[in-house]
């Protein structure tokens, strides 16, 4: 929903003239961590493999999960332009560009992945 009316107010500004849009730095933030810890094997346990088996096996490592700033569009919706139609799927991916000023009001500027 709130997609749509960023992407709507955009689109109209567009065509009735020039507007200046102010990059915005990416914000890449840290969402979750985790350490992730697996091993085949326990100590003193005798165990048998087959030929191309692995007798040992550990993965130890660290998972991050990282955010950017970006708007999902929560159902599907059609825009439509003199000249541009195109639909979004609900799902779709719009990445934050900047923002822009219009009559006191700041909207965000985003560019839609796939479309």
Same mark, same amino acid.
Request: glycine letters at 6%.
């Given at each position: 929903?709130?997609?749509?009316?960023?992407?709507?107010?955009?689109?109209?500004?567009?065509?009735?003239?020039?507007? +200046?849009?102010?990059?915005?730095?990416?914000?890449?933030?840290?969402?979750? +961590?985790?350490?992730?810890?697996?091993?085949?094997?326990?100590?003193?346990?005798?165990?048998?493999?087959?030929?191309?088996?692995?007798?040992?096996?550990?993965?130890?490592?660290?998972?991050? =999960?990282?955010?950017?700033?970006?708007?999902?569009?929560?159902?599907?919706?059609?825009? +439509?332009?003199?000249?541009?139609?195109? +639909? =979004?799927?609900?799902?779709?991916?719009?990445?934050?560009?900047?923002?822009?000023?219009?009559?006191?009001?700041?909207?965000?500027?985003?560019?839609?992945?796939?479309?």
């Amino acid at each position: 929903m709130i997609l749509r009316k960023i992407l709507t107010a955009t689109l109209f500004m567009v065509p009735l003239g020039c507007a +200046s849009v102010q990059p915005v730095a990416p914000q890449v933030r840290v969402v979750d +961590s985790k350490h992730v810890f697996e091993k085949n094997y326990s100590l003193g346990v005798e165990a048998s493999a087959y030929v191309g088996e692995p007798i040992v096996r550990v993965k130890d490592y660290y998972e991050v =999960v990282q955010a950017a700033d970006a708007l999902q569009a929560s159902e599907s919706f059609i825009l +439509s332009r003199p000249l541009l139609k195109f +639909s =979004v799927a609900a799902g779709t991916i719009a990445d934050v560009k900047g923002t822009t000023r219009r009559h006191g009001k700041t909207y965000r500027v985003v560019a839609i992945r796939g479309v």
